[in-house]
């Protein structure tokens, strides 16, 4: 063989693009094998969004899910795809038209669409090229969108599916209203912050003219629209008054006060306003009592002809501050108090949103959620971490129906036509030519479009040809697992399991992943006002995709927000150099050598075998449950420490041999074991495993197609060999740490000596003897029954280790150093001795706070212990 010489730095800039564009060309992230199909599907980003670090989170952790299991020989599809964002993207492009002095409404609704067409492929290039440099080994062949053809006709068919089943309905009902916007929001597109406000205190006269009650509201500019005051029905203080009228300041109107269990008599004076088209609780009550619903806003949020006529066109504010005046020179106006209260906004413009009454489709949603409710109950689905169930549960249980119609023009747009003959709605699947009611040809397509969740919540059967009965459908779902966020688990992974049960009657995965927030090191959450976020593109520019993706894994473990800064990073950087150096280092070696096919194998051998089985078993176990820091930690702890810092310095014993054969099997070992700790670690670290592998003398294919490590390996199978090579490292570590202690230089060889207790791990130590005396660099490693004269004592578990170390060190001037350390310990595990002797500290100072100095304590008192022993030997 000849030596391969990969460059003496670690650049991944070099090699990762070239990597994934032959990946992706190749063919190799389409499912291939066979046995059960590993499946998942990606949350699909904002098409016009960019990536940000938990979009780098959300697509590393199911990258290494997707690449373990390809590797574990399963047909293996992640598909990818963007969604169309209706209110976002939308928001995109009336901003740029605005650019231009350009409104939406000049331009018209279909060269909107155009330009929004042009604007999503604009944006589309870039999020997907951002996916490709993080390292998505995404089917690209089978990519989507939610507003792609095949989509839309899924769209089209579950809308009309549910319509058929009276699942979905039109009514007039409150919403989430952007006046900015003018559209109705999901819930889940409401921001609310802490904001500061007042509550303010108002008299209603009764009619008839005999005293006042006193309410409280934080908008007063809303009693326009009351219609009716409140009490609860026990409350003995107002039971008299119900049925009276009240005369409401400013309108001319009377409304009555009424008794609803609604009403929390604890709070402030247990008399409530109740104003139906502006409060969602209050629609409710006087859907029980039949009150009317008076909507004072119009669309663009100003008052409208509801109320008098000096407050009409005014902005809610600016009528606030109107109605406060008004009510103060009526003497109705009773006092002021400052508060913090919460307040929606829009998540896109932030304006101020307001509970309104609008003519909107909904869907029925409890009957769906029966269903998905019983699936997780039965055990059909699993969520990691567990607790994430009881928000599963409480959400299914308390749900309410679903305002799907949005008022913009990019989307999918509702497939219901109205008739101008005969008033009626049409809903098919196709544009129809004539009113099936009257024949007439009068018809009108709705104007509205669907809430972008609507084509989301189907989106792990849609994008396998649903509702076509195509191969993809039928092989690929349902899908295995789902990696997401906690703050969609409603809106979105709820969802997709019922219209999964509804229309496939399957869930439609399996395992549910929620990932944490990434956050800065202070804890904070990432965002655009604090400054904090750290871009995943500025992190790949800098460290490399394999860094950005193993370090995250590291560190996220279930439950546990990840804190990370750019420095961070670092961790992942240092790992794929370590491979790299390691890798470098074996390779830049093979000059002369000669493969040597099913070569004899050593104790290290079989050891690192055994490691690597161990290792992989690990990380199998650990992905199954979804606990990525584990997996990763294993992968670490093997390639840094079994790999790097025992195995590699121990095949030195056979590759400075002068035997050319022992050079070549040791060479041959260490070629095929560098293969496979490369595919150990390539879910985690891809492009640098697959550059180091392309250069193996016979490496065949690619690193991402080659088989996983077994987690058991017949090479590595006698248990014998963990406690016999744990004695052999602790042998190693005592004399290293005693070269430490006594300042001896590395290259200064010493005489050791071994009295290994009876049994296999003496036996090891006797056939290793010459790796001991490597690792130890010892001139000598012998056995003996006895103390020898004049050296040094190091216990073990199961050996006593004698060091003669005397001629290598000033005996005096040791034993002088050593007794000041030794007092030294001793006055400070006195001293944490007494803070640990303290109730006041033990009993309030967090246990992990006592446990740290527990450990201080035994460190100190061992270290104190051998250093006292080291003087009864030096003396």
């Not at 219609?227 to 400013?250: I, K, M």
């Not at 002369?592 to 079989?606: F, K, Q, S």
């Not at 200064?748 to 090891?764: N, Q």
């Not at 001991?772 to 010892?778: F, I």
Request: proline content about 5%; charged content about 25%; overall charge negative.
């Amino acid at each position: 063989m000849k030596s391969v010489e990969l460059a003496k730095a670690y650049d991944p800039k070099e090699f990762e693009d070239r990597i994934y564009k032959a990946w992706k060309a190749e063919g190799a992230f389409k499912p291939t094998g066979s046995g059960k199909p590993f499946v998942v599907v990606i949350p699909p980003p904002n098409v016009t969004g960019v990536l940000h670090m938990g979009h780098g989170l959300n697509n590393s952790l199911q990258d290494i899910l997707v690449r373990f299991h390809r590797m574990g020989g399963r047909p293996t599809l992640w598909v990818p795809g963007t969604d169309h964002a209706g209110i976002a993207t939308q928001h995109v492009v009336e901003k740029r038209l605005r650019e231009q002095g350009i409104r939406r409404h000049e331009l018209g609704r279909e060269k909107f669409v155009e330009e929004t067409w042009k604007v999503k492929k604009e944006h589309h290039e870039v999020i997907t090229r951002q996916l490709e440099r993080i390292g998505a080994s995404c089917d690209w062949s089978r990519e989507r969108f939610t507003l792609d053809e095949g989509l839309s006709k899924a769209v089209r068919e579950v809308f009309v599916t549910l319509y058929e089943r009276g699942l979905i309905y039109k009514g007039k009902y409150l919403v989430n209203w952007c006046s900015s916007c003018g559209t109705a929001l999901a819930d889940d597109e409401v921001e609310h912050d802490d904001e500061p406000g007042a509550m303010y205190r108002i008299r209603y006269p009764f009619a008839d003219g005999s005293g006042s009650i006193e309410i409280a509201t934080t908008r007063p500019e809303t009693l326009l629209g009351d219609a009716a005051v409140a009490c609860h029905p026990d409350d003995e203080r107002y039971s008299s008054l119900v049925g009276r009228s009240l005369s409401l300041p400013l309108t001319g109107r009377d409304i009555p006060l009424i008794a609803d269990a609604y009403v929390d008599r604890e709070f402030g004076t247990g008399l409530v306003k109740i104003t139906p088209a502006h409060d969602p609780n209050d629609f409710e009550v006087g859907n029980r009592h039949d009150l009317p619903r008076i909507n004072i806003l119009n669309p663009n949020g100003t008052l409208n002809d509801e109320v008098p006529e000096k407050y009409r066109g005014l902005s809610a504010l600016d009528a606030r501050k109107l109605v406060v005046e008004d009510l103060k020179a009526l003497g109705l106006f009773v006092s002021e108090e400052a508060i913090t209260h919460s307040v929606g906004h829009c998540y896109r413009c932030h304006t101020v949103v307001e509970p309104y009454l609008s003519e909107q489709w909904f869907v029925k949603m409890k009957p769906l959620a029966e269903k998905a409710l019983k699936a997780w109950r039965d055990g059909d689905l699993r969520f990691f971490p567990q607790r994430w169930e009881n928000t599963y549960e409480h959400w299914m249980t308390t749900i309410r129906d679903w305002c799907i119609s949005r008022q913009l023009w990019w989307g999918h747009r509702i497939p219901a036509w109205h008739c101008a003959h005969c008033g009626k709605t049409v809903v098919a699947r196709e544009e129809p030519l004539s009113c099936p009611y009257c024949a007439s040809t009068e018809l009108t397509q709705d104007e509205d479009v669907l809430d972008t969740w609507f084509s989301s919540w189907i989106w792990p059967f849609s994008v396998m040809g649903w509702p076509e009965s195509t191969a993809d459908l039928r092989n690929y779902y349902p899908t295995s697992a789902l990696v997401t966020g906690y703050d969609i688990i409603f809106f979105w992974v709820a969802r997709m399991v019922m219209a999964g049960l509804e229309f496939t009657g399957q869930v439609p995965f399996r395992d549910v992943y929620i990932t944490t927030l990434v956050r800065d090191k202070q804890g904070r959450k990432m965002s655009k006002s604090l400054g904090n976020g750290i871009d995943p593109l500025e992190i790949v520019d800098e460290y490399g995709a394999d860094a950005l993706k193993f370090t995250l894994a590291f560190l996220t473990s279930q439950g546990q927000d990840v804190l990370v800064d750019k420095d961070s990073f670092k961790l992942g950087s240092k790992f794929a150099n370590k491979v790299w150096n390691a890798s470098r280092y074996i390779l830049m070696n093979l000059d002369g050598r000669t493969r040597v096919a099913d070569p004899r194998l050593n104790d290290a051998d079989r050891w690192i075998y055994r490691r690597l089985a161990a290792s992989s078993a690990a990380v199998a176990d650990a992905l199954a449950a979804y606990r990525f820091n584990d997996a990763a930690a294993a992968v670490y702890e093997y390639f840094w420490n079994d790999f790097c810092d025992w195995y590699l310095e121990a095949t030195k014993l056979s590759t400075r041999s002068p035997d050319a054969a022992e050079k070549d099997r040791a060479v041959s070992v260490l070629l095929d074991v560098l293969e496979w700790s490369l595919a150990l670690i390539h879910p985690f670290l891809p492009f640098v495993s697959e550059e180091i592998y392309g250069t193996l003398p016979d490496a065949a294919g690619r690193l991402i197609s080659h088989a996983y490590p077994a987690s058991s390996d017949e090479r590595g199978a006698d248990p014998g060999l963990d406690s016999g090579f744990a004695a052999l490292k602790e042998l190693v570590s005592l004399v290293r740490a005693l070269r430490s202690e006594f300042g001896i230089a590395p290259e200064r060889k010493l005489k050791v000596a071994v009295r290994p207790d009876a049994g296999p791990d003496a036996e090891f130590l006797g056939r290793n003897a010459d790796l001991v005396a490597l690792l130890c660099n010892a001139e000598s490693v012998s056995f003996v029954n006895d103390k020898p004269a004049g050296a040094l004592a190091l216990a073990g578990r199961g050996f006593d280790c004698y060091v003669f170390a005397r001629e290598a060190v000033d005996t005096a001037q040791l034993a002088a150093r050593f007794r000041k350390e030794a007092d030294k310990e001793r006055q400070f595990a006195q001293k944490v001795a007494a803070k640990l002797a303290n109730p006041g500290f033990t009993d309030s100072a967090p246990a992990e706070v006592v446990g740290k100095e527990r450990d201080k304590l035994q460190a100190a008192q061992a270290r104190a212990g051998r250093l006292e022993n080291y003087l009864k030997d030096l003396e």
